[in-house]
Structures are given as structure tokens and as C-alpha cells.
């Protein structure tokens, strides 16, 4: 197994990197620096900067409108932003939904749909998890209830990402209450315009909103909204977990992460020996963790892409690490780390260290990516799959 990238990997990474040197707005790349929110037109506008290269949608193949990757490129493409950094494609639109609807859509559905995904015309979040259903998520008790041309929708889904922007949702509800629990969930795209649908705000430990949870009283949606058959929306859900738990491990942004803790450090001077040695202590394990992934990624260039069950081993220590080098950013920070209200995203780029609001944004992302390991998949249920798919432990 040949674990080197070839020329022309390493000459698509320098073309890669240069349109992004070009072409990345300095606002939105000044806030990516400092881990400040991005609005929605900030979001937006780099999503169609991409996809005006071809770039928005770097799973899809040509067919669909996409740039043909394979896993190498996708991985290439995606350090590129992270290291950058700059922001990734709406993975909602284009590892998500776009994927769903390429598969299994009518082709009415992928004319319509596939464009405007990757064109962010329409911001899709995800309801899956509800009160009562997470990572167990065939549990879920939202009613479909089948009346002419359309469904009626009752119940509530919880912990939608980005759901105050979104336009659409892509959902799973339960069409037949008495079949065993998989069988009777249907795929629905539900429209957040609809009546009787409201969203509200949950706002998380980092003090800002970025997940909600979504009512449905009574909300029509139309049949033809339907994704696949009635009854057969498991096994659409279980495509596009797959999709989202094969998440790389972003080994990127760890690496930006540590960039900045180091930078943090030198300036406040807290980058003592033992700081110093931390920091050595995860780079050593990202750069194992990255022969890790260059040992999937040649894996599934060798078995024709199928998706490989180790990836979650990519999931597991990708987010440990992350969760490590923002531990060293607070560190390297000190008490300019702790958040004062209204600050977080004040633009402070050249403030001085003394009495600036430069650290409001460090908190924040230390508490954020403690929720890593629990959202695409849950750490103890990646440890799961990791027992029983590479182990070979019983279920
Ligand atoms: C920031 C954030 C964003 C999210 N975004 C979305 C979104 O956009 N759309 C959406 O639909 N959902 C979203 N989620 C929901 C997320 O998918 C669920 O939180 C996740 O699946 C876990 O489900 P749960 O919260 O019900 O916890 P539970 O499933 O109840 O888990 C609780 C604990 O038990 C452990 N556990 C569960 N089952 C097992 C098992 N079999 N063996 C061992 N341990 C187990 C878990 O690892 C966890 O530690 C988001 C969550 C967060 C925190």
C-alpha cells in the first residue's frame, strides 16, 4: 500500500490552495482566523464562489453536477479548507441531501433540486433526532398520516443545525405505527415556510444559536415531497448516515487550531515548556492519525470506494484531537479566553492583548466542539461499529 499522494495529487492540492489564496473573501477569511460566525450571506457567497468553479459539491459525480473526485481529491480539497481556513460547502445541501436526492429522487426531483442544492438557492437543515430519538433514531415518533395528495405531519424534531436559515428540511417520519420500528418511517422534504411548522432557538453552552428545535402542528406535506417509497425511508436514513459518519478526520482543522494556540502562547506568554510539550504531544498523534487516513483513503482507492467501517476510527480521534488543541487554545489564553456577553464576534483582528475582546472567541469554540462527539454519531456508538465491524466482537 503506497501511502505518498502521486504528482498530480500534490498538483491538485497547489491549484487548490491557490484558488482559495485568490479567490476567499478577506472578511469571511479574518473571521474563519479568529473563529467568528459567519452570517448566512457570508456562507452563501463562498458556496457559490465554489460552485462556479465546480467546487460546491465534492462528493458528487459528473452526472449529478459535480467535479468527479475520488476519495484522495475529496481529501485533499477538504484539508485545503480546513488549514486555510475557510468555510466548507453546507454539509446539510451537499453531503446530505444532495446525495438522497441524486440516489433516490425522481428525475423530477433531481432536475429541480440537485442545482439549487449545490447553488445554496435553498438552505436544507436535518430532521432526524427528536426528543426521544437520537442515536437510537429508528425510535422516532413523528406522524405522517396519509390524506389525499398530501401528508399531515405532527410531532417535534430536535437539534436541527443552521434550522433558523434553512428554506427546507429533509426529515423522517413515521407512516405505519404498527410495523417493526424501521419499517414504517418514510423520507419527507417539508418546506419551513409551511403552516402549522415553528422553530425555535436552543441556544448551546457557547452562547450562540446554531441549533433550534422544530414543531410540527397539523403541517400538510405534499406526496410528492416524498423521497423513495412509503415505508421505505430507513433505508435512505441509513445511506445518509453513512455518508455523514464516514466523516473525515479533519485533521485541518487541528492543525489551525494548534497554529493559533502556538501564536496565542508567544503572545501572552504562555508557551513554557510544558505547553510546548502538549502541543509536540498532538502533533504526534495527528500526524499518526493522518497515516491512519491515508491508509483509508488507500483502502478505498484499492475497493473502489466502498466506504470503509475504519472511518470511524477518523471520527473518534479526529474529534478527541480537536477537542485537545482547542484545549490548548484556552490555555494559551487564560482568563482573555472567558467570553463577555455580546462579545463574541466583535471584529478585533489587530486589537492589543490588554483589555481586548481578542480571546471571546476561544471559550466558545472549546465548549462547541465538546459536542463533536455527540453529533454524527456519538463517540460510544462509533466505538460500536468500530468493535463490531473491525474487532469482529458480537453484537
Ligand atoms: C450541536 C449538535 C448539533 C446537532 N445537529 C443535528 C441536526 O442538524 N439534525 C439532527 O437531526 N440531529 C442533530 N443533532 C442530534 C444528534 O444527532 C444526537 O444528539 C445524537 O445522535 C445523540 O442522540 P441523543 O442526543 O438522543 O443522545 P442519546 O442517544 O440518548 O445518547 C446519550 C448517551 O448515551 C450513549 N449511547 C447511546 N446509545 C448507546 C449504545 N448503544 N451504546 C453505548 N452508548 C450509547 C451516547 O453515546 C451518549 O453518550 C445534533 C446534536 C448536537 C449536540
Known amino acids: 500500500m503506497d501511502l505518498r499522494f502521486t504528482d498530480e495529487e ?173 419499517a414504517g418511517i418514510t423520507f419527507l422534504l417539508i418546506d419551513m415556510k409551511s403552516p402549522g411548522l415553528s422553530v425555535q432557538p436552543i441556544m448551546t453552552i457557547d452562547g450562540r444559536h446554531e441549533v433550534n428545535s422544530v414543531f410540527l402542528d397539523k403541517v400538510r406535506v405534499p406526496v410528492a415531497n416524498r423521497v423513495g417509497d412509503e415505508n421505505k425511508g430507513w433505508d435512505i436514513a441509513k445511506f445518509l448516515l453513512g455518508n455523514e459518519r464516514t466523516g473525515i478526520a479533519r485533521i485541518g482543522m487541528s492543525k489551525q487550531l494548534l497554529r493559533r494556540a502556538k501564536k496565542i502562547a508567544a503572545e501572552t506568554g504562555a508557551d513554557d515548556a510544558d505547553f510546548k510539550l502538549r502541543c509536540a504531544e498532538i502533533e504526534v498523534e495527528l500526524k499518526a492519525l493522518e497515516i491512519t487516513q491515508m491508509r483509508v483513503l488507500a483502502g478505498m482507492k484499492e475497493h473502489s470506494e466502498k466506504p470503509d467501517p475504519r472511518s470511524s476510527i477518523l471520527k473518534v480521534r479526529g474529534v478527541d484531537l480537536r477537542q485537545s488543541a ?53 463517540t460510544e456508538v462509533q466505538k460500536n461499529i468500530l468493535a463490531q465491524s473491525v474487532l469482529g466482537l458480537p453484537k
Open 326 to 378: 482547542s484545549e490548548l487554545m484556552l490555555r494559551a489564553a487564560g482568563p482573555y479566553a472567558l467570553p463577555a456577553e455580546g462579545e463574541y464576534d466583535e471584529p478585533n483582528a489587530d486589537a492589543p492583548l490588554a483589555g481586548s475582546t481578542w480571546g471571546s472567541t476561544i471559550a466558545p469554540v472549546y465548549y462547541i466542539l465538546r459536542a463533536a462527539s455527540i453529533y454524527g454519531g456519538a
Open 10 to 182: 500534490n498538483a491538485f492540492r497547489a491549484e487548490v490552495r491557490a484558488f482559495i489564496r485568490a479567490k476567499l473573501p478577506a472578511d469571511i477569511h479574518a473571521k474563519m482566523l479568529e473563529h467568528r460566525s459567519l452570517t448566512k450571506d457570508d456562507v452563501v457567497t463562498w458556496q457559490r464562489i465554489l460552485n462556479a468553479r465546480g467546487w460546491a459539491t465534492p462528493s458528487w459525480p459528473k452526472a449529478w453536477g459535480g467535479p468527479g473526485w475520488d476519495a484522495v481529491q475529496r481529501y485533499i480539497f477538504l484539508d485545503e479548507l480546513h488549514q486555510a481556513p475557510a468555510p466548507e460547502p453546507v454539509s446539510f445541501n451537499v453531503s446530505m441531501i444532495g446525495p438522497v436526492i441524486g440516489t433516490f429522487g425522481s428525475e423530477e426531483q433531481k432536475q429541480r433540486l440537485l442545482p439549487r442544492i449545490a447553488n445554496l438557492d435553498d438552505w436544507w437543515c436535518q430532521g432526524f433526532s427528536e426528543p426521544g430519538a437520537g442515536s437510537d433514531l429508528a425510535a422516532l415518533s413523528t406522524s405522517a398520516v396519509r390524506e389525499g395528495d398530501e401528508y399531515l405531519v405532527n410531532g417535534t424534531k430536535m437539534w436541527q443545525g443552521m434550522g433558523h436559515r434553512a428554506d427546507w428540511m429533509f426529515t423522517l417520519v413515521r407512516t405505519d405505527p404498527t410495523a417493526k420500528k424501521q
